[in-house]
């Protein structure tokens, strides 16, 4: 059997399981799984941004608590469907990108990281001093109380290999070409006709989209949200630590990464206090040993990438 | 009409007046060599026609169409191509990517298939070299491979900026062999070269800097030793 023929033979049994989890899987297993579909969309969003786009991102948090919001205001407050919640929650997010973009798009580097931060912080001050919202007291989105664990679930399964198919398919397009023309040379890519600027606003985009309607899905499953959390900047500390661990700038790095960092996430939490320690330590080890991350070291030993992604 | 069509520039870096008054013009059917020392001013100029460098005064018009005003991307769509000085190849990609980047604008990206047989006819060390990365092919080949990006794009006017710069006699020999071919495939070529004695050969028209300014301009086959050595150097 040919490789290519193993590989999609797997892929299908991985798919079989994970689509029939609910039905022979414990409870705390489904809601495992859950918690790693969600990080791994989260994660892969930011790993477009920084692994491919050159875009450092520290304000993903912004894209989460307002996705957050506009589920619990639009389900709550307005009555509307909870799923269409979730997709308007990407929407805004899209909205909120495009009105950020001018100014944020004039900063580079580090700039860039600050000025996405600054955002979500100013954006968590502006919800916890509104009284619609209920200022930081929060809201618990009551619509959500009705929703099984497993339909929670299944959507957040749809949103993370519809995500994972979605960038794949980015990687090996034009765009993907493009990105991967920009980051080894901006200038000499610039001087053959790729529009920089477009690239990395598409990839913004997108990024916003997903990760806002990613965080409804999540709030689903949370059921509170408060400004001070949803807008920190824990999020993005988080899934800093999923893609660098995991592989920055490869497809299976942030699937990787968010599976060990639930799993951690699960044994470490009776360490309270050190779990944070441990994962900052894990951080650096990996920054120091392994730059390219679990996934990235493996493909340069084994010569052999699971997503595939480069023209030969 | 002429094809590249530049009147009165002048571009400043800061202060400084890199080009003073520049105005020269590309028929078709063409080659055409600007020649000059370092810091003559050759790389300004073709910074200046690609787009990366805007002039303070004068303007550039490329078939018809003004172009001082757009942007790099916007200008290789209309049909003019750079390979760039140092070859500036994507070492972290591979050659069919670096190929296929070259047809990246919509245009070009319909007959790009057409475009990569053409261009592996004309070097088919390329074709053998596909797979690998751009960092493990040798000066010759990276220079293959930037005028094969070039070409992608489809150009009707390709300008080559020193390409014999730090390669061997044969590879340049067979480098301009390539130039011909390009230009008997009918796109204008554009020489930017140190190398005057082959470039001059080559070219129908040659433009010669010094300071920024043009000292020296017309049929290279009419030009005395004395004048050329006059213009390149300021003697």
């Not at chain 2, 293959?144 to 900026?161: E, T, V, W």
């Not at chain 2, 043009?214 to 049929?219: D, F, P």
Request: hydrophobic share 50%.
């Amino acid at each position: 059997m040919s490789s290519n023929r193993i590989r999609i033979l797997l892929a299908a049994l991985l798919l079989i399981a994970l689509a029939t989890l609910p039905f022979w899987a414990t409870r705390y297993m489904v809601s495992i799984l859950l918690l790693i579909c969600l990080y791994m969309t989260l994660a892969s969003m930011w790993n477009l941004l920084a692994g491919y786009s050159g875009l450092i991102s520290l304000g993903q948090q912004m894209f989460i608590g307002i996705g957050g919001y506009s589920l619990a205001v639009l389900s709550m407050y307005h009555g509307l469907p909870i799923f269409l919640s979730v997709f308007l929650g990407g929407v805004i997010s899209v909205l909120l990108a495009v009105l950020i973009s001018l100014p944020i798009f004039r900063m580079k580097g580090v700039y860039f990281a600050i000025g996405t931060w600054i955002i979500a912080e100013a954006l968590g001050i502006c919800f916890s001093n509104w009284g619609y919202v209920r200022y930081g007291m929060g809201l618990f989105i009551q619509p959500a109380y009705r929703l099984s664990m497993s339909t929670i679930y299944y959507a957040a399964l749809v949103l993370c290999i519809g995500s994972i198919a979605l960038i794949y398919l980015l990687l090996r397009s034009n765009l993907g070409l493009a990105l991967m023309a920009i980051r080894d040379d901006d200038r000499a890519s610039e001087a053959i006709g790729v529009n920089i600027f477009r690239c990395k606003f598409t990839c913004f985009l997108l990024s916003a989209f997903i990760t806002g309607m990613t965080a409804g899905v999540l709030y689903l499953n949370t059921i509170f949200i408060q400004p001070f959390e949803a807008f920190g900047i824990g999020w993005t500390v988080k899934l800093l630590f999923i893609v660098i661990i995991g592989g920055l700038g490869t497809v299976a790095g942030p699937i990787v990464g968010a599976a060990v960092f639930v799993v951690l996430q699960q044994y470490l939490s009776e360490y309270v206090g050190f779990n944070l320690i441990i994962f900052g330590t894990i951080t650096i080890s990996v920054i120091f040993f392994t730059p390219k991350g679990i996934v990235g070291t493996f493909q340069e030993k084994l010569g052999f990438e699971i997503f595939p992604i480069r023209r030969r | 009409m002429a094809m590249l069509e530049v009147k009165n520039l002048n571009v400043y870096y800061g202060g400084f007046q890199a080009l003073s008054d520049i105005t020269l013009s590309v028929e078709r059917d063409q080659i055409v060599s600007i020649l000059g020392s370092n810091g003559a001013g050759k790389s300004t100029l073709l910074k200046t026609i690609s787009g990366l460098l805007k002039p303070s005064t004068g303007s550039i018009h490329f078939n018809g169409e003004k172009i001082d005003p757009l942007g790099p991307h916007d200008i290789v769509k209309l049909g003019l191509a750079l390979v760039p000085e140092g070859r500036k190849i994507f070492s972290t990609l591979t050659v069919l990517e670096n190929l296929l980047i070259g047809s990246y604008s919509p245009g070009a990206r319909r007959t790009k298939d057409e475009q990569l047989e053409n261009v592996f006819e004309l070097f088919p060390r390329l074709a053998e070299r596909k797979g690998q990365l751009g960092s493990t092919l040798s000066g010759g080949e990276q220079q293959m491979l930037a005028i094969g990006r070039a070409l992608m794009s489809q150009p009707r006017l390709i300008i080559f900026d020193e390409i014999s710069l730090g390669l061997s006699p044969v590879m340049v020999k067979h480098l301009y062999h390539a130039v011909n071919r390009i230009k008997q495939k009918g796109m204008v070529v554009v020489l930017v070269e140190q190398d005057v004695k082959r470039s001059l050969k080559t070219a129908d028209f040659a433009y010669i800097l010094q300071e920024g300014k043009i000292r020296l301009k017309g049929n290279p086959k009419d030009f005395t030793e004395e004048e050329v050595k006059k213009a390149y150097f300021g003697l």
